[in-house]
């Protein structure tokens, strides 16, 4: 059942395009706030907090309750990012491609890397153990994850929002 406003895109052309205007402003908010919050926390709290703070513990659980939160935001605004784009551009836009990888990344971080090293701290991390060496190699995969997802993001960000 098609209702007035999908009636007015359909038969004015004007109509479609203010749509169209409509989510190219909103694809600028919510990858400006995605993105954004993802370097902001990534390259900026995150490194103020460890150069801060003498607390290493307090400082990793700080950057991991930001990290946690804007993965949150990415789940949100990605998934809004993904259904608006498939009704502008539909399916086959590469930009879903890019976004539904953004989004697999997130769920890996904050569903599976982050319950296994929360895992690890709540064990005890001694350094030099099994336990703290495997605690460095999901942080570091969980970085490069990142490194990856913002890089993605800036992709996002600096290309044209076209139709094609």
Known sequence: MIDECQKSSIINPKGLATDMKFFSYSERALL?????????????????LFNTLDD????????????????????VCGSLLLIGGAYSRGWKHWRHGVLLLMLVIVCVGQFVLQPMMAELKAQGLVEGSKAA???GKLHGVASILFLINSLAGLLLVVTPSTKA
């Open 32 to 48: 400006t706030l995605w993105v954004g919050g993802m370097w902001a926390v990534g390259y900026i709290v995150a490194p103020i």
């Open 56 to 75: 290493r513990q307090l400082a990793g659980m700080l950057a991991g309750q930001t990290f946690t939160a804007m993965s949150y935001v990415g789940l």
């Open 133 to 135: 060496a495997t605690f």
